[in-house]
């Protein structure tokens, strides 16, 4: 019997499934496997053995043929990858990515051949589709992709749902702001029939987790989402046509060759992959030289906490003169200065700041013709002409960098405005934070400039929103788990303002803790970090608060996943230099002690941040014994930092 099944092994499967190829990662944990059925080709996951994707199809249509269905297996070509590179402005400095790549042959009923390749890494599956030329047809569009994602039945999901078009303020959604539910049942209906953003996080019971999202979108295609979910498979759909009121198509349009973006998941059995990953930049490269060293940093911000009526010169002098006292590097001067300042007193402001040794970011509508949102300046940033007039004054007048709002979503027509005005503004060494706008996919490493996105539920919800007060624990403790794991996070925030309006009483009331705040410096990462202090903070919050803010980074070499569950808890730690920050927050309703193994803290004093039980910070020493064991406890709404 053991016999004829060895032999079975042996010789069966070569022709009975010649269409079957399988790829693991370098140690041998993550396998995927790919069989053509029925004419549709599909792929499989598996970690150490445990099922994390069932058989979930690949394929297109297209309009010059349908790479969907009737397709025949014809072969495959193995690889490695081993790549090192440095990127500046991620969660990890230094990154080696390490690969087998496989990639499969597949032939549709008209005998048009197209690839598909897949990387598999430690914890990171990637593929992507690649078009070639077929004769004298050398363009393409893209009309739907039945690419999918099949999740075992006892998988939970934590998704958010995409926004519809042309909603919320001035008519200016998707941007990716209706927060994440945790542990929701897989394929749960949303409530616009709209599908989910990536990234989602897929739980898959014991068997692992498994974090899926995209990298690489350029001009070349739209930006993508997970359709609605049925029997576990969730589909890439492509953008509503009613995005960017109605204009511009819903496909991806392109020269061949060419190819998708690189659809990603990630893949463990505990979080630790899912927090460190760093697949979104490992596929991709710089798509232009920096037309010089751009400088990241810090930088204040009225209108966060002072709102519109601090759009005047003398408002923006003390929150200039606070970034001076705080020795921060910037100033984003918001919305309505076009109207309320004007260019000359604009540039007066400048100068004053850069008298100041603090230089500026100023704020832009993105517009055109994809919302009715009132701020300005309007209808400068979405023509190449007016935008480089603007941009060759901005220049003149020592601007640095430019934070650009409301975006009309994710069709290709936008990806194109996305990536021109990176590509202007870096011709006028401008650095660019986009805001009310789409998940980055692997931007900070394609554009050098590109230093900063919204796409979460951000700091000026904390201010709108008593709801989103309520919950501002429980979303700190789901980012570095899913938006902030695959692209950087511009999420404007630390607030020490008790009230979270200018008077500092009566309504808007924080209900986190000081160090709770200073913890969400760490754990929410940003190259250019607007901090959501106001000139009061100097004499009104306590001292060490003030002395941490002046000192913490923006840029680091290093993460390290500790501790926590998405939406419970977080423990993390990052380090600049020489130097680790331990960040934890506590979104449970009850006080958590944890015993933490710190080895980079080993036999050293280390300041320890903390609440007591009314939530009143304050910071001691605590000396970390020689095996790096320590205890902590973090209060509920509370944080805790460790810092050498
Ligand atoms: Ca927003």
Known sequence: MKKILIISLLFCPLWIYPQDATVSSPDGKLGLSIAVKTGVPFYSVKYNGKTILEDSPLGFISNIGDFSKNMTFEGKNEGKIDKSYIQDKIKTKNVHYVANELTIRLKNAENKEIEVVFRVSANDIAFRYQIPRFGGTMSCVIEKETTGFRFPSFTTTFLSTMMAPMGGWGRSTPSYENGYEADGALCKPTRNNEGYVFPGLFHVGDNGWALVSETGVSSLYCASHLKEGKEGLYTVGFPNMLQNNGFGSSGASFGLPGTSPWRTITVGDNLKPIV?????????????????EYRYGRSTWSWIVWQDASMNYDDQVKFIDLANAMGYEYILIDALWDVNLGKT?????????????????????????????????????????ARKKEMKWLKEIGIKGLKIDFFGGDKQETMRLYEDILSDANDFGLMIIFHGCTLPRGWERMYPNFVGAEAVVASENLVFSQQVREQEAFNACLHPFIRNAVACMEFGGTFLNKYLNRSNSGRNLRLTSDVFQLATAVLFQNPIQNFALTPDNLTGSPAFAIEFMKKVPTVWDEICFIDGYPGKYVVLARRNGSQWYLAAVNAESQAMKLKLNLPFFAGKTVDYYSDDKTLVSSVRQMKINAKGEAEIIIQPNGGVILKN
Do not use: C
């Open 276 to 292: 460190e990953t760093t697949i979104a930049y490992d596929l991709v490269e710089p798509l232009y030289e920096p037309s010089q």
């Open 345 to 385: 007193k604009l540039e007066e402001l400048v100068n004053y700041a850069h008298s100041k040794n603090v230089d500026v970011f100023l704020w832009y509508n993105s517009n055109g013709g994809a919302n009715d949102a009132p701020q300005g300046p309007r209808d400068v940033m979405n023509t190449s002409v």
